[in-house]
């Protein structure tokens, strides 16, 4: 099929490169020069497993990028992949993007062969679908809307679209319009439904909350295991051992059940808040107040890991120095939005503490961003002459350190896992100070 994907962030770009791997024409439109003049390339702008290589094998060979709008004219389905971030001075979505997504599209798309669809995959507010509909009704055009949202997990979101754990479409209620629409994306994702992916037909709403609800069960997971962890400071308890045990429900399951310094990146912080806000414009607000403390628990885990590195240098971080392993909210990933991580370090440096942060995807983005503080190439060198040690990003590199070998690197040996990642058993044994969040060094 003939394609284009309208916004080549982190979600436009590996959709393009994926679609071009189910063996579609497909071009990626963006209004960012830099980052489609990589992307033409064959170069990824961000670290994401898989997309180098879907690029250099489809770039010019049914994949291309352009910032020139008449390029999408001839597709049969314009997919939307722009962002949806929080509105400024308010928790709500902004959706000035995804409107100028839409009027790009009602501008440039040719139908004088038979009805083109739009496919939204961007997270919006719920309404948004039929109010788009409308618009796209009122063009003169034959364009048609279904939402198609997406539910990539970064590191894995390659994988996430080739082979996806379900496929949903949000159709409208006029079922012969909804019959062209759907066999449209029928065809356009043959290979993963001939392949056994489940679907999901649904109307605009049901589509739309699909993804703010998934997020929110996650951040809501994610927030009560956190919750524990603080009762576990309080008494005494390995959260840790608790979230094992409680897993072991098959309806409560393991996953999402790791206690920490919290959750951030792109979608979950920014998606719960835009949930509530669209609750409340819907006269429903009191169905969500739960996710203001979810929130609220969210951000207090950051403020615990200062609190912890605070009591690891006897109450003051000035002119002491902190190694901080791991920047990006989650590791096999470069993305620093609304990362615990970051936002841990830049308290601790807001205090006089001496920052040296380490990461494997995300110093180049840091040290551009943050030319002020010492970000080196190795755990070593971050280590050296350290007052406290903070693991924030579990990358894999990290949760195979060792210990004994550590030690001769630092100033004092206090090491905070603020992942619950480590073995707090080896680590004591090697001379370490280890905290935990929720846990602690234990014979049990």
């Not at 049914?62 to 001839?74: K, M, S, V, Y």
């Not at 009122?138 to 979101?157: C, I, M, V, Y």
Request: net charge negative; proline share 5%.
């Amino acid at each position: 099929m003939r394609i284009s994907v309208i916004g080549c962030g982190y979600l436009g770009a590996v959709h393009a490169a994926c679609m071009a791997e189910l063996g579609h024409d497909v071009v990626g439109l963006d209004v960012d020069s830099a980052k489609i003049e990589k992307l033409a390339r064959g170069v990824a702008p961000f670290h994401e497993e898989g997309l180098p290589e879907l690029l250099e094998r489809h770039v010019c060979k049914g994949l291309r990028f352009t910032t020139d709008p008449a390029e999408i004219a001839d597709a049969q389905i314009h997919f939307i992949g722009v962002g949806t971030p929080q509105r400024q001075g308010h928790i709500a979505a902004d959706m000035s993007y995804v409107d100028a997504a839409i009027a790009t599209i009602i501008e440039h798309a040719r139908t004088d062969d038979g009805p083109v669809l739009v496919a939204g995959k961007s997270t919006v507010p719920v309404g948004t679908a039929q109010r788009l509909s409308e618009r796209l009704a009122g063009s003169g055009k034959q364009l048609l809307l279904a939402w198609n949202p997406e539910f990539l997990r970064e590191g894995h979101a390659v994988a996430d679209t080739l082979t996806p754990d379900r496929i949903v479409y949000g159709l409208p209620d006029d079922h012969d319009v909804g019959h062209v629409a759907k066999a449209l994306l029928d065809e356009c994702y043959a290979k993963p439904l001939a392949a056994g992916t489940p679907l999901i037909v649904a109307n605009y709403p049901t589509a739309e909350l699909v993804k703010v609800a998934a997020n929110s069960f996650l951040a809501t997971k994610i927030s009560f295991i956190n919750a524990m962890a603080e009762l576990c400071d309080a008494t005494g308890g390995d959260v840790t051992r608790l979230a094992e045990a409680i897993g072991h429900d098959d309806r409560i399951g393991s996953k999402f059940l790791q206690a920490g310094i919290g959750f951030g990146g792109g979608c979950l912080p920014k998606d719960i808040r835009a949930f509530m806000a669209r609750a409340g414009e819907l006269g429903v607000d009191q169905a969500l107040t739960f996710l203001r403390e979810v929130d609220a628990i969210n951000l207090r885990r950051r403020d615990a890991a200062v609190e912890l590195a605070e009591q690891a240098v006897q109450g003051r971080l000035v002119g002491k120095k902190v190694a901080v392993l791991g920047i990006t909210f989650k590791p096999d990933t470069d993305d620093l939005r609304d990362s615990p991580a970051l936002d841990i370090a830049t308290r601790l440096w807001a205090r006089g503490a001496e920052l040296s942060i380490v990461d494997p995807a995300a110093g180049p983005e840091l040290r551009r961003r943050r030319p002020d503080l010492s970000v080196p190439d190795t755990v070593d060198e971050a280590a050296r002459g350290a007052d406290v040690v903070m693991l924030l990003t579990p990358w894999r590199e990290f949760l195979e350190l060792d210990p004994a070998a550590l030690i001769t690197k630092v100033n004092t040996p206090n090491i905070i896992d603020g992942r619950n990642v480590l073995d707090p058993q080896r680590w004591a044994e090697a001379g370490w100070n280890y905290v935990g969040m929720g846990r602690r060094v234990s014979t049990w």
